[in-house]
């Protein structure tokens, strides 16, 4: 959604300013006292730089102000994915491959309707089960290119050892086995990057995905003060389901 931008004229912002009225000191004294009670009051009910749950579970907190928005464009009921923004923002939120998640969705046409609920948990599962046969595949495709390259870069470098033996002075033949331990090179590095490192990152993701397909969600309304304090104990009161 696109925000909108107020601009005030300086002459408004100017009067407004000298119309404000003067508080005593005793008013003063009175706001800040406000201000260090709700201060303390945050400190013992709410860590507003805390995601971890009583539990010791990752929260993450997903406002749906159109719960339509949670799925991706062009799916049917059958074969639902989440929008990949949202598939994004959950992922980014948490990509800890050892803490279980909690995730607390707000909408208030999702905490009335039971099947929509099913259908938002469901279409999780269903987008991580996706996912994690994207990687499969990857891993099975990389698994080929690595080998193929790794192929390639012992046969390069048997060849270039095969030329080096035999080039007899020749400048031409003196240089080509040089050449060819460079491409040999880069074909290995390419071989260690398919068989290792993305096999690897592979591995934490797939091991991401299966636990977020476990995780739990919780839906509320959607609070007032949400903007404020999405994580606070009193919006977790409204109707948890």
């Known amino acids: 959604m696109g925000r909108s931008v107020i601009v005030e004229n300086p002459k408004q912002v100017v009067k407004r300013l000298k119309e404000k009225p003067v508080l005593t000191a005793e008013e003063k ?25 009583e539990d010791g579970k990752e929260i993450i907190v997903v406002k749906l102000a159109d719960h339509t928005a949670a799925y991706q464009q ?15 923002y959950i992922k980014s939120e948490n990509d800890n491959t050892d803490r279980q998640v909690h995730i607390k969705v707000y909408n208030d ?5 039971t099947e929509r609920r099913e259908l938002f948990k469901e279409t999780l599962k269903s987008t991580c089960t996706f996912k994690r046969m994207e990687l499969m595949d990857e891993n099975r495709h990389n698994t080929i290119l690595g080998f193929l390259f790794l ?28 050449v060819m331990f460079i491409v040999a090179w880069v074909f290995g590095w390419g071989a260690t990057e398919k068989l290792i490192i993305d096999r690897v990152r592979n591995r934490r993701q797939y091991r991401y995905l299966v636990k977020l397909a476990c995780a739990d969600v919780s839906f509320y309304n959607m609070p007032p003060s949400y903007s404020k304090n999405p994580n606070s104990p009193e919006d977790d009161k409204n109707c948890k389901i």
């Not at 046409?109 to 309707?113: A, E, N, P, R």
Request: charged residues 25%; aromatic residues 10%.
């Open 29 to 53: 004294q009175q706001r800040r006292n406000i201000r260090l009670q709700d201060r303390e009051n945050l400190k013992v009910d709410y860590d507003p730089t805390s995601s971890i749950g």
């Open 109 to 113: 046409v999702l905490i009335k309707d």
């Open 74 to 88: 062009y799916s049917n009921r059958f074969n639902l994915r989440l929008n990949p923004d949202l598939y994004d």
């Open 151 to 178: 192929l390639i870069s012992v046969s390069v470098i048997v060849g270039g050892y095969f030329i080096e033996k035999h080039a007899g002075g020749n400048f031409f033949l003196d240089i080509l086995p040089q």
